[in-house]
Nanobody, 111 residues
Framework: VQLVESGGGLVQPGGSLRLSCAAS????????MSWYRQAPGKERELVAV????????NYANSVKGRFTISRDNAKNTVYLQMNSLKPEDTAVYYC?????WGQGTQVTVSS
């Protein structure tokens, strides 16, 4: 199992980023996927979850209405579209499938 995140970077408050997580080594369409984040000095927290078909999603209250999780099972990729970014969204963002984690991608929201 391999999960590789990309798309992080530096963005101004109010801006947008789209994270991608490319998966390999398993039957992607059979598993729910999730995004987590960890800010400096804080515990890792769940951001969003998506079912195997993409038909069900759930979000942390802190990102509801601003972030959207989606997936393309033909491309073995899960996405996190992040809009209206705030400085408190600054963190390393991780893709997860059960016990497997990606290496993370840094998102920094700052002016």
């Amino acid at each position: 199992v391999q999960l590789v995140e990309s798309g992080g970077g530096l963005v101004q408050p109010g801006g947008s980023l789209r994270l991608s997580c490319a998966a390999s080594g398993f039957t992607f369409s059979s598993y729910g996927m999730s995004w987590y984040r960890q800010a400096p000095g804080k515990e890792r927290e769940l951001v969003a979850v998506i079912s195997s078909t993409g038909g069900n999603t759930n979000y942390a209250n802190s990102v509801k209405g601003r972030f959207t999780i989606s997936r393309d099972n033909a491309k073995n990729t899960v996405y996190l579209q992040m809009n209206s970014l705030k400085p408190e969204d600054t963190a390393v963002y991780y893709c997860r499938r059960q016990a497997y984690w990606g290496q993370g991608t840094q998102v920094t929201v700052s002016s």
